[in-house]
């Protein structure tokens, strides 16, 4: 990594709570690439005042996670078609001032779903009414998947997201099984207090033929290690953050990545 200078371009990630995965991923691949650029996580105390930090400061990229990928959207000039249609952001762009916000969360759920083949006449339970449940609920949507339950104690969020996609809704799991699980919510993320807990019972993860936690810290979360505990095909959460963040490295440098140092940033990543 070149030695800070004045010259150098910054990105950045704002989240409640920062992990060093984007950090890691991004810098690795500026080193590799000869880029005179570096990429640093925070947690913000104002988040309309991080914002006028990234426009005031020319800051290049940044990265919004949970809980602020719909409170930015006041807070930027554009919303390209990708964030837009979901009413979500998870990466801005600055250009000369103007932010334009984008989401490539829905790009990495596509891609997940095709790469894994998951049939799309499975029944889906996914639970989640925030941001990156809207990404989830849409690519699930266009992607033909139609017998989906949104499992969401917030009733408006909930019953909002299932009428948009044509979903159902349930306050409540219950006894509720499906073909694939799908965990959008911070259940089991590191460092809340959640992050033993599993965001599906036991049984209704032995049903399931497919596990798909969005988590990504730990790379290996409590429903992920039950579902490879149970033989179940997992979709991971450390895979939609490489996806995502590839498409976040391309809208920032507008440089993309060769597959092979896609892998190698992503190795880099597991190392930490």
């Not at 949970?66 to 009413?87: F, G, R």
């Not at 829905?106 to 997940?112: D, F, P, R, V």
């Not at 089991?188 to 993860?205: H, K, R």
Request: glycine share 8%; proline share 4%; charged share 20%.
């Amino acid at each position: 990594m070149p030695i800070l200078n004045k010259d150098m371009t910054l990105c950045i990630s704002l989240s409640a709570r920062p992990s060093n995965n984007g950090t890691r991923f991004h810098n690795y691949l500026y080193d590799q690439l000869g880029l005179n650029w570096i990429y640093k996580a925070f947690a913000p105390t104002d988040l309309a005042l991080a914002i006028a930090g990234v426009r005031g400061l020319g800051i290049r990229g940044c990265a919004v996670s949970m809980p602020y990928k719909e409170d930015v959207i006041a807070l930027v000039d554009a919303m390209d078609p990708s964030a837009k249609a979901i009413d979500s952001v998870n990466t801005i762009v600055n250009d000369a001032g103007r932010l334009t916000a984008y989401n490539t969360d829905y790009t990495a759920i596509e891609q997940l779903l095709e790469r894994n083949a998951v049939p799309k006449e499975s029944s889906v339970l996914l639970r989640g009414a925030g941001g990156m449940a809207k990404a989830t609920a849409a690519a699930l949507r266009d992607a033909g998947f139609k017998d989906v339950t949104i499992i969401a104690r917030n009733k408006a969020a909930g019953r909002a997201l299932a009428e948009l996609y044509g979903f159902r809704w349930s306050a409540e799991l219950g006894d509720a099984t499906a073909d694939m699980i799908i965990n959008v919510t911070p259940v089991g993320m590191a460092g809340g207090a959640e992050a033993d807990w599993l965001s599906f019972p036991a049984g209704t993860i032995e049903a399931a033929k497919v596990v798909f936690d969005v988590v990504a810290l730990p790379p290996e979360t409590p429903l992920i290690k039950a579902g490879r505990a149970a033989g179940k095909q997992v979709i991971t959460g450390a895979e939609v953050a490489t996806i995502q963040a590839l498409e976040q490295f391309v809208l920032y440098t507008g440089i993309r990545p060769t597959d092979q140092q896609v892998r190698d940033a992503e190795a880099f990543v597991r190392a930490q």
